[in-house]
């Protein structure tokens, strides 16, 4: 009985953290979704990134790939983007995501929080823009 006990504690227990990570994430995935009109104001199409990408390219930015992965594919999937559109976003997350997070957790260790953020930024639009621009890509 007493480990029947102990399993529904800890099963709570992680349905609590769940709940606690799953909760604002869709809070965050229904505030850009509903802030869409003044997102598609901003200009990535330089870069290969339509108006329907900047969803899953914000939140993965914001949040990150682990915690956003399932926001990223259901915008991907949900929003006519492009395989072609899909690779430049997912290219440009490669290198340019939770920022918030992994700052913080490098600035701890003594990381400059403007040059780590700068330099993952100037990568992420560099490589990003040069691969929209080259042939590698088809469509």
Same mark, same amino acid.
């Given at each position: 009985m007493e480990i029947i006990l102990v399993a529904l504690k800890d099963s709570f227990s992680l349905i609590l953290k769940l +709940?606690?990570?799953?909760?604002?994430l869709t809070i965050f995935y229904e505030f850009l979704k509903h802030?869409?009109?003044q997102?598609?104001?901003?200009?990535f199409s330089v870069f290969g990134?339509? @108006?329907?990408?900047?969803?899953?390219?914000?939140?993965g930015i914001i949040i990150g790939l682990t915690y956003g992965a399932g926001i990223i594919i259901y915008s991907i999937k949900?929003?006519?983007?492009?395989?072609?559109?899909? +690779?430049?976003?997912l290219l +440009?997350?490669?290198i340019c995501h939770a920022m918030i997070e992994d700052t913080l957790i490098f600035v701890v260790i003594g990381a400059n929080d403007f040059i780590l953020v700068a330099f993952r930024f100037a990568l992420a639009l560099i490589l990003t823009y040069l691969? @929209?621009?080259?042939?590698?890509?088809?469509?």
């Open positions: +709940f606690v990570i799953i909760l604002p802030k869409q009109s997102i598609e104001k901003i200009r990134i339509t @108006h329907n990408g900047l969803v899953p390219l914000i939140t949900t929003s006519n983007i492009s395989k072609r559109e899909a +690779f430049l976003i +440009f997350l490669s691969i @929209h621009k080259s042939k590698l890509l088809k469509g």
